[in-house]
């Protein structure tokens, strides 16, 4: 089974400070995207990653940047938290070529 | 820009009913459509998966239809049961300047009662 795991299922941060969301899958897939999921808006591509080192903005990437240093991990950073960042985050990865993504249990941040 | 929407927002039925939640989309280019179902607080959960070149898919008790040409899909459920409480949430994938990504729906919120 393909396994994605995030580092927190909860977070609570404060305005201003410097946050980083971890993710981990296990089954050597390329690709991996960071969502986030808010009521009545769904979710919403902030970065993905084609492969190490690699990085795509997605539909919403102000305020946001990703790290790709190894395959198996991609992080999501807040350089300085704002309160309209309290969501739910969601990290899936894929298989290069796959049609299926594979989700982690997500972290919901709340920014105080 | 693709849009994808779903109705309704809610539903509450009681065990043993069959229902079917609706998803459309505005942009018929699409290369696949998917059905995810997400329990609270937690992540999503793929069910099922329909290629563009295909009307239907089927899995257990769950079966999901695809209409391209008028931007519509449908996820039936047989014989409702108070586990397949959830959000269900349907996403096409689109190709944008050479990756696919998906675009989701806001989801329906099941409840099913015993």
């Known amino acids: 089974d393909v396994k994605v795991t995030q580092s927190s299922r909860y977070l609570v941060k404060r305005t201003g400070e410097k946050v980083f969301l971890e993710c981990v899958q296990d089954?050597?897939?390329?690709?991996m995207f960071w969502y986030r999921q808010d009521p009545g808006l769904g979710l919403r591509l902030i970065y993905f990653s084609y492969d190490v080192k690699m990085k795509e903005k997605g539909d919403i990437p102000e305020g946001y940047s990703v790290s790709r240093e190894k395959k198996e991990r991609f992080s999501l950073i807040l350089e300085s938290a704002s309160t309209n960042q309290t969501s739910m985050y969601l990290c899936?990865?894929?298989?290069?070529?796959?049609?299926?993504?594979?989700f982690g249990p997500g972290t919901r941040l709340t920014v105080l | 820009k693709q849009e994808v929407t779903q109705i309704p927002a809610a539903l509450s039925v009681p065990e043993g009913e069959n229902l079917v939640l609706n998803c459309s989309f505005t942009d018929s280019a699409i290369y696949n459509l998917q059905w995810f179902r997400q329990d609270p607080g937690k992540g999503l959960t793929s069910l099922l998966l329909i290629q563009s070149s295909q009307r239907e898919q089927t899995s257990g008790r769950l079966n999901a239809s695809l209409d391209k040409s008028s931007g519509r899909s449908t996820l039936y459920i047989a014989a409702s049961q108070p586990g397949d409480s959830a959000t269900y949430l349907c996403a096409v994938t689109v190709t944008n300047t050479g990756f696919q990504k998906l675009v989701f729906g806001t989801g329906t919120r099941l409840l099913v009662s015993p």
């Open positions: 089954m050597d897939h390329e690709n």
């Open positions: 899936a990865s894929r298989l290069l070529g796959s049609d299926e993504q594979f």
